[in-house]
């Protein structure tokens, strides 16, 4: 979570984020911060089924840094599930701002 203020993050539609790529390796080296990541999206997907409330998601693909500003709809022990079906990978998410 430290690299929160030196990365350059570019925003992508949701809609696009079906043709990304990603890697298996997750974003996140440290256990805390992967457990602030899993209680956030808990709560993030809470929020988004209890009051469409939409959030920016930070992550990485193979290529690059983004963020997209969407509702969550759903979420398991490896995907982040967003409308229309799109998914990104919960090791690949950085953070999310709400």
Do not use: C, H
Not at 7 to 15: G, N
Not at 19 to 41: G, H, I, S, Y
Request: proline share 3%.
């Amino acid at each position: 979570m430290e690299k929160r203020e030196t990365i350059k993050f570019e925003p992508i539609e949701k809609e696009k984020i079906g043709e990304l790529k990603f890697p298996q390796e997750d974003v996140l080296t440290d256990e805390n911060a992967r457990k602030d990541r899993w209680n956030e999206l808990q709560r993030a997907t809470t929020l988004g089924n209890l009051d469409k409330i939409k959030f920016k998601i930070y992550f990485a693909d193979e290529n690059s840094y983004r963020y997209t500003e969407t509702t969550i709809w759903g979420l398991t022990e490896k995907r982040v599930i967003l409308k229309q079906g799109v998914m990104i990978p919960v090791n690949r998410i950085f953070y999310i701002k709400f």
